[in-house]
């Protein structure tokens, strides 16, 4: 057994909650590790008879088994107001005992209002601003990093001494405040930590010392589910900087996240889509034209690929309900990050299989990004250094004629149509990693699980 660890594998939405909740439905312990409400994670599942469809922000999806409890890491910054929608959110479709199963970690980290502030304020003074999702991530882990930061534990001290914590963190951030002419938004310390006290208490029993926790589940060497959030290409050190998240979102962020050691591991799974969607700024080599306009969709007649691509797979954020920009799969960015230096992939999860069939049935003809011309060269990897060549590496396509159909309730990978299990041998000759999972539909179980890699 050991910890299976749920990565994405380009730039978020690949259907990360999708797997982590399945893979969960014989763990003794899910784990969100890293980010915060920025994340948006669907997961479609039955409960007493009924079918339920919930994105969450927060709780790792897997607390819909009943067996499992659940942890929210030291990575995580946590919004607590979303956080406590969430619980509630769950109890009502029916999910036991959330409050009982549900663990957080003291260490983690909490997002005030002035950090979503702060989000706004700072990506308003950038030329070039990311596209954040503006839930205060960065500003939550800036504070984090100078030591300012005020954590879960914070919410359970005194009211006067969180006062006090929150005055000596805001100090700075009322400054820039000020010099923005935002003073109306100059925080007082007293009616915050009244408020978060106030939520300080109805967590107060689900905070804990979590190493104890991981420790005594890893020794019993009882399954542990640990559902990464963003990507690969939003990772702070490896992405597309600076159009990244604030966090460490491969395999080893998320392990301090979520209290492991490497020792801890069982498998990695790397999660893809067959196609490939960005939200927010920054580089995407396959992207299709789209009638996207300031994160809204403009009125159109006939649709570009990308407005065909979004439409048939639904590419709406989770999060913020933002357009997501849309291309096709992409073998290459999919290598890069299965390296075994980055993520340590064991398996590809390939998401979307049916999908993009459809989207083949409609054009007439689906692509995939198996090499890059870049610098005049044809190359196999994600470059890095973009900013100082001033290039975009330029898809080199094979090409599918026509679609295929797949239905959700397909098993069996050997019932898959010809030229989709082609799609998927593409992606395993260029990645040199099993797709041992592949994506047939949205729901918890759609997913065909091939035991003969
Ligand atoms: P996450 O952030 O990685 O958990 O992914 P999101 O939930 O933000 O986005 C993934 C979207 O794709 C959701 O709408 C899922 O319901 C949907 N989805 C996931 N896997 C599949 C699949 O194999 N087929 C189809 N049709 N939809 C899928
Ligand atoms: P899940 O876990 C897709 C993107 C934002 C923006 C950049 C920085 O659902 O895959 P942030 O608010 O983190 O400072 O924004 O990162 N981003 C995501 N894009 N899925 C996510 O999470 C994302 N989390 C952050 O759009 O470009
Ligand atoms: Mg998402």
């Known amino acids: 057994m050991g910890a299976t660890i749920i990565i994405g594998g380009a730039w978020g939405d690949e259907g990360k909650g999708k797997v982590a909740s399945r893979e969960a439905a014989d763990a003794k312990?899910?784990?969100?590790?890293?980010?915060?409400?920025?994340?948006?994670?669907?997961?479609?599942?039955?409960?007493?008879?009924?079918?339920?469809?919930?994105?969450?922000?927060?709780?790792?999806?897997?607390?819909?088994?009943p067996q499992a409890t659940a942890l929210i890491g030291?990575?995580?910054?946590?919004?607590?107001?979303?956080?406590?929608?969430?619980i509630e959110e769950l109890e009502k479709v029916g999910i036991p005992y959330v409050r009982t199963r549900l663990r957080i970690s003291g260490?983690?980290?909490?997002?005030?209002?002035?950090?979503?502030?702060?989000?706004?304020?700072?990506?308003r003074l950038k030329d070039d601003p990311i596209g954040t999702t503006k839930r205060g991530i960065g500003p939550t882990y800036e504070d984090k990093k100078a030591r300012t930061g005020i954590r879960v534990y914070d919410l359970l001290l005194p009211v006067d001494k969180l006062a006090k914590k929150i005055e000596v963190a805001t100090r700075p951030h009322n400054q820039l405040f000020k010099a923005n002419g935002m003073e109306d938004r100059i925080v007082d310390p007293k009616v915050l930590a009244a408020q978060y006290s106030e939520y300080g208490k109805i967590i107060k029993?689900?905070?804990?010392?979590?190493?104890?926790?991981?420790?005594?589940?890893c020794k019993n060497g009882?399954?542990?589910?640990?559902?990464?959030?963003?990507?690969?290409?939003?990772?702070?050190?490896?992405?597309?900087?600076?159009?990244?998240?604030?966090?460490?979102?491969?395999?080893?962020?998320?392990?301090?996240?979520?209290?492991?050691?490497?020792?801890?591991?069982?498998?990695?799974?790397?999660?893809?889509?067959?196609?490939?969607?960005?939200?927010?700024?920054?580089?995407?080599?396959?992207?299709?034209?789209?009638?996207?306009e300031n994160n809204k969709v403009t009125e159109y007649d006939e649709p570009f690929v990308g407005d065909v691509i979004r439409e048939t797979c639904g590419e709406y954020g989770a999060t913020t309900g933002r357009p997501r920009r849309c291309g096709w799969g992409d073998a290459v960015l999919l290598k890069s990050a299965c390296s075994q230096a980055v993520t340590g992939a064991d398996y590809i999860c390939l998401n979307h299989l049916d999908s993009i069939g459809k989207i083949g049935e409609t054009l007439g003809y689906i692509k995939l990004c198996i090499a890059y011309m870049y610098q005049g060269r044809k190359i196999c990897y994600y470059p890095d250094n973009m900013e100082l060549t001033g290039e975009v590496p330029e898809p080199v396509y094979t090409e599918f004629e026509g679609g295929w159909e797949i239905p959700s309730s397909l098993r069996d990978f050997n019932l898959l149509p010809a030229k989709a299990k082609k799609y998927v041998k593409i992606i395993e000759d260029i990645t040199g990693v099993p797709v041992k999972y592949i994506g047939v539909g949205?729901?918890?179980?759609?997913?065909?699980?091939?035991?003969?890699?």
């Open 29 to 65: 312990l899910v784990i969100r590790a890293t980010g915060g409400a920025n994340a948006g994670h669907t997961i479609v599942f039955h409960n007493k008879g009924e079918k339920h469809k919930l994105a969450l922000h927060l709780v790792p999806g897997g607390i819909v088994y």
């Open 74 to 86: 030291q990575g995580v910054v946590l919004d607590p107001k979303v956080l406590v929608e969430e």
């Open 205 to 217: 029993n689900m905070v804990i010392n979590a190493d104890i926790l991981t420790e005594e589940v």
């Open 107 to 123: 260490r983690a980290h909490v997002v005030f209002p002035y950090h979503k502030e702060l989000d706004e304020l700072k990506e």
């Open 222 to 292: 009882d399954k542990i589910v640990v559902e990464g959030a963003q990507a690969f290409r939003l990772d702070i050190d490896y992405g597309d900087y600076p159009d990244v998240t604030s966090s460490n979102c491969v395999t080893a962020g998320t392990l301090i996240g979520a209290h492991l050691s490497h020792k801890c591991v069982d498998k990695v799974i790397v999660i893809a889509k067959a196609h490939c969607s960005r939200v927010g700024n920054g580089v995407f080599p396959t992207e299709q034209p789209a009638h996207i």
């Open 442 to 453: 949205p729901g918890n179980d759609d997913i065909i699980v091939r035991e003969d890699v």
